[in-house]
């Protein structure tokens, strides 16, 4: 079954994930989704030119989805986990649903439950008995391992290291190659540097870096 998508957000987050659909349509040998375009409330000029230069329409403001053709998914392509989720809670209200993308490079495990939006890029590892909610995107060569919670609208970025038994909580960031020791908890809307090793549990709302992180 062919799907309508549509991604909210020109910029180079929502760029990239328009490359995971293509890769998709392009390994399964049909167009499972079909690309009707972006949205985006505030698109630079810079980021609607590069959307033209991908051969897929800038279709206008989010409003646009209060029209969207029935069975249009779409997935937010927004890489701050905060503000994925005001987007993703301004999108809610037009009913359409959220697409989950996994880059046909990305292995999951098969006990993986997951919320509406995912997004796996390529690379991405996830071993077993992970539970991940709404809206998490997994970057590029990202590891998730064994027993792991991701609240809604966590994003893990390239490279970085989740270890078993842990729980990111609601809106964390983990930055580019940082690593989350086994069992450690990270609190809602934390941020752990890029290049950080955290290594006890962080509370929420705070930003943490460093080796160890501090
Ligand atoms: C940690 C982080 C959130 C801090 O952001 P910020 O508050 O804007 O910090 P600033 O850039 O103003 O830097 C403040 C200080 O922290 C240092 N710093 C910034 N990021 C750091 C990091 N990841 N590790 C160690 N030190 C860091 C800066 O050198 C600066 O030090 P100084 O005060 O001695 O000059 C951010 O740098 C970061 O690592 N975010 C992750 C983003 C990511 O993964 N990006 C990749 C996207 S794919």
């Known amino acids: 079954m062919t ?11 929502g760029r990239e994930i328009l490359t995971i659909a293509r890769a998709v349509n392009a390994t399964i040998g049909r167009p499972r989704w079909q690309l009707l375009g972006f949205v985006d409330d505030r698109p630079s000029e810079v980021n609607l030119k590069r959307v033209q230069r991908l051969d897929v329409p800038y279709l206008g403001g989010t409003t646009w989805l209060a029209e969207a ?8 392509g927004v890489g701050d986990p905060r503000i994925r989720r005001a ?3 301004r999108v809610d209200r037009y009913g359409v649903a959220a697409a989950s993308l996994v880059h046909p490079d990305a292995t999951l495990g098969p006990d993986l ?7 796996a890029f390529a690379g991405t590892r996830v071993t077993t008995n992970v539970t991940v909610g709404r809206h998490v995107h997994l970057n590029q060569n990202c590891t998730v391992g064994h027993d792991c919670v991701l609240a809604d609208h966590v994003s893990v970025n390239p490279l970085a290291s989740i270890s078993g038994e842990c729980r990111l909580d609601e809106g964390v960031l983990v ?3 940082a690593a989350v020791l086994q069992g450690l908890r990270v609190g809602r809307d934390s941020t752990v540097g890029a290049g950080a090793c ?3 549990d962080v509370p929420e709302g ?6 160890p992180a501090r």
Do not use: E, Y
């Not at 799907?3 to 957000?9: E, K, M, R, T, Y």
């Not at 053709?69 to 937010?76: E, L, N, R, S, Y």
């Not at 439950?113 to 997004?119: A, I, M, S, T, Y």
């Open 175 to 177: 930055g580019t190659n």
């Open 113 to 119: 439950r997951h919320g509406p939006g995912l997004v």
């Open 198 to 200: 955290v290594v006890r």
């Open 87 to 89: 987007v993703a809670d």
């Open 206 to 211: 705070v930003v943490v870096k460093g080796v």
């Open 69 to 76: 053709p029935p069975d249009t998914h779409h997935v937010v």
């Open 3 to 13: 799907v309508p998508l549509v991604i909210v957000g020109c910029g180079g987050h």
